[in-house]
Structure formats: structure tokens, C-alpha cells
């Protein structure tokens, strides 16, 4: 049975992911319900399942929507999370295994961005048709990485170091399309760093041709974003705080 991978870019710059297989999807982060309802019926697909990374408004925005539409739809969220996703059946924690659409995906615990935040990674195997993915919410990003609102530079360093060791060749689905500010700002940081001076031009022509940047890879991330390849606490510390000041200007 094939399976495909869908990136719907819903209100400014939020990313739905949507995972199909046969005449079955599973829908990641939902900010609205409108388009992705649309996006289902049109294609004539069943809602099975809804992936929450955490708990901010628009990744779980859509979800009651969703579920007054498809009742019956399991929603997968942290178990730390209960109180601020309340709607959550599947309640799942760190190296959770959980089976979707016929897939066994493992949970990771990525909190930094929140303190309950999660990741979902459908692992390669031979066999199937889709894999490695990894759905990261507002951890890692394309370029960059999550604001830290309730962690701290060592969760972050710890979160992305986890994300590190998955397969170069992974699929990373951020739920932003940040891509081309992310590496702006890496580009003046490291500006004889040739590795993310090409990848801001190749996004630059992606983004300029209304095309999306995502998913990126875990071995571009490891190459060119600047917080997966900081070495310490301290200096992602320091990067995340110049990254803050720099958007705010």
C-alpha cells in the first residue's frame, strides 16, 4: 500500500503535515480545520489519527474541528500535556512506540520550545515506501531552531542532539516555513561559510518561485544550521539569544 507525504502551508507561515496511506491520513499539528478538511474530502480520505507536538494554539487550533468532523480520529499528544491538550486519547512519553496507519512510530521527548514537547519519527525500513520522517513541531527547524519559552539552552542542546543521531537521510517536517530568515541570519553570523551561503540561495529561488523550502534533511541541518552544529550549551545560549534580538529588530 503506498504512502505519501503532504505539506499543507495554512495562515502565515504554519505547516500542516499530512501523512496518507490507501484511502486513510493522519494530520500533524493542525493550526485551522477549514483546509484541512477541504484537502481530505476532496481526495475522499478518512481521518485516522491527529500528532501533537505541543500544546500552543496553532498546532492544536484545528483539532476540534477535525474531530466534530471525524469523532472517531485517535489524537496522539504527550502524556505531560494532558491539561493543555485535553482532548488527547493516546497519551504517549519518551520512547513510546505507537501504531499508525500500520506503522510503528516512536516517540521522542524534544522539550525546550515547551516543556512537554514532543517529536514522532516513522522509521526507514526496507519494505515500505515512506521513511525516515520526522515530524518536530517547533524544535528543530529548517536553518534554526524554537524559541525557548518554558526550556533552556541545555534542553535545546540536548533536544537537537537527539535529533542529531537519527539518520542523515531523514526527512525533517518543521511546522514553519522559516527556512530563508533562519539562514539570513546564519549567513551573516558565518559569512565565509559556504555550506549555508548555497543553501540560502537555493532557498532564496525556492521561495521566490512560491515553493516551499520543506521538509529539509537531517544531514543538510547537520551541515548548515547553526544550532544543530553548536558544540556547547553556552554557545547555543548565545546564538538563541542574538537569533531573538535579531528578529526583533
Not at 515530524?135 to 528543530?140: E, S
Not at 536553518?143 to 531523514?170: K, N, V
Not at 525556492?206 to 541541518?221: K, V, W
Request: with cysteine; aromatic share 6%; hydrophobic share 40%.
Amino acid at each position: 500500500m503506498q504512502s505519501s507525504l503532504h505539506a499543507l502551508p495554512v495562515l502565515q507561515d504554519n505547516v500542516i503535515w499530512i501523512w496518507v496511506r490507501g484511502a486513510e491520513a493522519v494530520v500533524v499539528d493542525p493550526a485551522v480545520a477549514e483546509p484541512v478538511i477541504d484537502w481530505l474530502q476532496q481526495r475522499q480520505l478518512q481521518l485516522s489519527a491527529v500528532l501533537q507536538t505541543h500544546h500552543h494554539a496553532d498546532h492544536i487550533g484545528g483539532t476540534p474541528g477535525l474531530l466534530q468532523r471525524w469523532p472517531n480520529a485517535a489524537v496522539v499528544a504527550a502524556a505531560a500535556d494532558r491539561s493543555r491538550i485535553p482532548f488527547q486519547t493516546v497519551s504517549v512519553s519518551d520512547g513510546d512506540q505507537i501504531s499508525v496507519l500500520g506503522r510503528s512510530l516512536a516517540v521522542l521527548d524534544v522539550a525546550a520550545h515547551t516543556a512537554a514537547h514532543i517529536a514522532f519519527v516513522i522509521p526507514e525500513r526496507e519494505d515500505l515506501d515512506l521513511g525516515p520522517v520526522l515530524f518536530c513541531g517547533d524544535t528543530l527547524f529548517s536553518g534554526g531552531c524554537g524559541r525557548l519559552f518554558e526550556g533552556t539552552p541545555a534542553d535545546m542542546h540536548r533536544a537537537l542532539g537527539r535529533l542529531a543521531q537519527l539518520p542523515e537521510s531523514t526527512q525533517v517536517c518543521c511546522a514553519h516555513e522559516y527556512t530563508e530568515g533562519n539562514l539570513l541570519w546564519a549567513t551573516q553570523q558565518e559569512p565565509k561559510d559556504a555550506a549555508i551561503r548555497q543553501r540560502y540561495e537555493t532557498v532564496v529561488a525556492l521561495r521566490r518561485r512560491g515553493e516551499l523550502s520543506l521538509p529539509s534533511s537531517i544531514g543538510e541541518e547537520r551541515r548548515s544550521n547553526l544550532f544543530m552544529r553548536a558544540e556547547s550549551v553556552e554557545q547555543l545560549g548565545r546564538l538563541r539569544r542574538h537569533k531573538d534580538q535579531w528578529r526583533a529588530a
